[in-house]
């Protein structure tokens, strides 16, 4: 599992942008950050958190090619995901902000400048879903 849009409060239908992209290949529901002029998935040290700016949601299971261009979403006020907890979290809160795991599939415990605003706990143990606002 991974991020997916649980709620668009307003009802428009988020836009899909084709944006640059460092090669490799994505998942769908995966984040992403500019890094370097180009989007690159969330990782160690890359997106985990608010350093990087606004964060996208990949569209597809899809391989990038040197220069390509990526399905996503951007990150916006107006859409609530749904994500699940990377690992066990028995203090996690609604109103906290925590970040995004390493491989931007699901989200941590962490609130060092965290990115992802819990609006709903689903459940406090791995895999469980939380809604989220995303920065």
């Not at 606004?54 to 994500?83: F, S």
């Not at 902000?97 to 459940?123: N, Q």
């Amino acid at each position: 599992m991974a991020f997916k849009i649980h709620t668009v409060l307003d009802g428009h239908i988020p836009s899909w942008q084709y944006l640059p992209a460092a090669a490799g290949s994505y998942c769908a529901g995966q984040a992403a950050v500019f890094s370097g002029g180009k989007l690159a998935p969330v990782s160690s040290g890359v997106g985990e958190n608010t350093d990087k700016g606004r964060h996208y949601v990949c569209m597809a299971d899809v391989t990038v090619e040197e220069d390509g261009l990526l399905p996503v979403v951007a990150a916006e006020e107006m859409i609530l995901w749904e994500v699940p907890l990377a690992a066990d979290a028995a203090s996690l809160a609604a109103g906290q902000a925590y970040t995004i795991s390493a491989d931007g599939m699901s989200m941590t415990a962490t609130t060092t400048k965290g990115c992802c605003t819990v609006l709903r706990v689903g459940g406090k143990t791995a895999g469980d879903p939380v809604i989220v606002r995303l920065v």
